[in-house]
């Protein structure tokens, strides 16, 4: 449990980090690094491929990516877009909004117990695929599906781009 | 948690830690003496006989070198491009099973750091990681041709990672596991996996290459392009560990190679010797480093024979030729794992 407690407060402690870097570079770093704390929780939970697949797609691809994109781009303070007071107040609004909405559903969580978990093998590899292939068939499937729009959506719009050039 | 188990598994790091290091460092001596092989000439033989000493005399200059930080760089990350290179490169080889159990004094000690039932895509997760120390050190440098070459390691490494993980799909159809141990046990005497996965496996090889950031793929660090790549402003040590951790990652993924297609520590008529267990887990151990040292020869044989690619031939490689082949591998994997199961 204590270490549960540690990892937890590096999570929160990196994640506060990425908001409140000025550093682009050092934003995404941070990210990375929370992202990390995210897999040694799944290890904590015993979800073994979870966690070795947030490793690779988040911190080894994702993040790589964002990375790449930021080194591209001049993030100098000049070049920093300056926002109006009007977009600052709506900011504000919608940030108290998500707030009402987190508090408002974690009134209505219960803790789990922890000790009587239903099924503490679900996490390996084997059972998470018979689990996904047998009971959650379809909506695996859609996601498949949902995902595969999403690519073929990018494609077309990189293709769109290079026509008008 | 015994005493017993701690002790075992330190000495069992400490001791491939060790290994990992002076195999890379006589890499090094390697490379340059299968150069000159190639070339028709000798390689470096001042130092010690055949040269043996040369790796401690670049050792000793690399340390010894003034280490100069730009005034421009980013000091943290810039110190922490090497670092993570070198860490990431290290680590890799925890999963690696070296060898069958010893048992020494009533105690079976498996010659593995850590039997996860993960562990293959430990491996690549790691090797994942590793692009962030080239990435950090060329953005770091605050130059223009070391971000070039950050920039082209990761899209490389991007590409080639889709591959490489389509390859391991096939061959995780054919094992049914993911734990390295077990991948080595199935491939006992010559049952090795080369043979159902040949197309998987050159595929794999591929990969490798691209992700080592070796000859034919070393873009990242192309000096008739980029002066140094992302390794341009680097001096003294930090240096050395960059190219260190590129022969400790050539190291790991021969190792890798060898335990997926090639048997690991397995080798032909190995239970009809009539050997001690014992005995047999270490001439393994010897076998399987064989495997891995014909591999690492190959990587330095490639090097000195093919000629670098454009960084438009890389993407087209990769994309266009290594992932649709993959994917046929796949289904025909798939067709002819369904065939062999219905018909016979």
């Given amino acids: 449990m204590s270490v549960f407690y540690f990892v937890a407060f590096l999570s929160i402690f990196f994640a506060l980090m990425t908001i409140f870097t000025k550093n682009a570079v050092h934003s995404v770093l941070y990210l990375v690094i929370t992202f990390f704390t995210f897999t040694i929780h799944y290890i904590l939970l015993n979800a073994q491929f979870l966690a070795v697949v947030n490793f690779i797609v988040y911190m080894g691809a994702i993040m790589v990516l964002f990375l790449f994109v930021l080194m591209l781009l001049n993030l100098n303070k000049d070049t920093e877009p300056l926002k109006s007071n009007l977009i600052k107040i709506i900011g504000v609004i919608a940030g108290l909004c998500l707030v009402v909405t987190i508090a408002g559903s974690l009134k209505l969580l219960e803790t789990s117990n922890p000790v009587v978990l239903k099924d503490p093998g679900i996490g390996l590899v084997s059972n998470l695929g018979k689990v996904l292939f047998s009971e959650f068939l379809l909506p695996f499937e859609i996601s498949s599906i949902l995902l595969l729009t999403a690519m073929v959506g990018a494609v077309l719009l990189a293709k769109n781009e290079t026509k008008k050039i | 948690m015994e005493l017993a188990f701690i002790i075992e598994k330190f ?48 050792g000793g200059k690399f340390f010894f070198k003034e280490e100069i930080i730009p005034a421009g760089a980013h000091k943290a990350l810039f110190i922490l491009g090497p670092t993570i290179a070198i860490i990431t490169a290290c680590i890799s080889s925890a999963v690696i099973p070296w060898g069958r159990d010893l048992t020494i004094a009533g105690r079976v000690v498996p010659l593995q750091v850590a039997d996860i ?55 995780l ?14 491939q006992a005497g010559f049952n090795w996996n080369i043979w159902v996965q040949p197309l998987g496996f050159l595929i794999f090889c591929t990969c490798a290459f691209a992700e080592c950031n ?118 025909l994997t798939g067709v002819i794992t369904i065939v062999k199961d219905t018909f016979f």
Wanted: hydrophobic share 55%.
């Fill in chain 2, 173 to 186: 159809m054919v094992t049914q596991t993911l734990s390295l141990r077990e991948i080595v046990e199935q």
């Fill in chain 2, 214 to 331: 070796r000859v034919p793929f070393d873009l990242p660090e192309c000096e008739t392009e980029l002066i140094g790549g992302y390794h341009t402003e680097y001096s003294s040590m930090k240096l050395g560990l960059y190219m260190f951790s590129e022969y400790i990652n050539m190291f790991v993924s021969s190792a890798v190679m060898v335990t997926l297609y090639f048997g690991g520590y397995n080798f032909p008529f190995i239970d009809s010797l009539g050997l001690s267990p014992n005995l047999l887990a270490i001439l393994g151990m010897v076998i399987f480093f064989l495997k891995i040292f014909a591999f690492i020869f190959f990587f330095m044989w490639i090097r000195w024979t093919l000629p670098r690619f454009r960084y438009d031939q890389l993407m087209n490689l990769g994309w266009k030729m290594l992932i649709p082949l993959s994917i046929a591998n796949i289904v």
């Fill in chain 2, 117 to 171: 039932n993960v562990g293959i895509l430990y491996v690549f997760g790691v090797v994942a990681l590793g692009v962030y120390g080239i990435m950090l050190g060329g953005w770091a440098s605050n130059n223009k041709f070391s971000l070039m070459g950050a920039v082209r390691a990761a899209s490389q490494s991007i590409s080639y990672e889709i591959a490489m993980g389509l390859s391991i799909i096939a061959m």
């Fill in chain 2, 11 to 58: 000495a069992l790091v400490i001791l491939i830690f060790v290994v990992t290091l002076v195999i890379a460092m006589y890499s090094t001596l390697a490379e340059r003496k299968v150069a000159g092989f190639m070339q028709d000439r000798y390689g470096p033989d001042r130092a010690g006989p055949f040269g043996m000493l040369q790796p401690l005399c670049d």
